[in-house]
Nanobody, 123 residues
Framework: QVQLVESGGGLVQAGGSLRLSCAAS????????MGWFRQAPGKEREFVAA????????NYADSVKGRFTISRDNAEKMVYLQMNSLKPEDTAVYYC????????????????WGQGTQVTVSS
């Protein structure tokens, strides 16, 4: 099993930055992919970014390209989401997720989820 705990959410003004952290525990495998998703009120959960645990290959949703950066620290078993130039439309609960196999943007393909952390961007 893999346990994921997010932290770092909060309230920030438009144009500001936040760094989300995801602490992973339990057994993981080299083929695992770590992802960040978000869900705003009344909307479906959507893909934000993903990174392969071993090689560090990244993928981003078009809406966050150039603004968000996903990274990981293998030794500390941490995954990060650096969010810059935040916009009010980035407001959502952000979830850390993990899956076995290749990178995917589909929420249904991820096996493990954290509890979520709230990000609110004011105008």
């Amino acid at each position: 099993q893999v346990q994921l705990v997010e932290s770092g959410g909060g309230l920030v003004q438009a144009g500001g930055s936040l760094r989300l952290s995801c602490a992973a525990s339990g057994r993981t495998y080299s083929g695992y992919v770590m992802g960040w998703f978000r869900q705003a009120p009344g909307k479906e959960r959507e893909f934000v970014a993903a990174i392969s645990w071993s090689a560090g290959i990244t993928n981003y949703a078009d809406s966050v390209k150039g603004r968000f950066t996903i990274s990981r620290d293998n030794a500390e078993k941490m995954v990060y989401l650096q969010m810059n130039s935040l916009k009010p439309e980035d407001t959502a609960v952000y979830y850390c997720a993990a899956r076995r196999g290749p990178t995917t943007i589909l929420t249904s393909d991820y096996d493990y989820w954290g509890q979520g952390t709230q990000v609110t961007v004011s105008s």
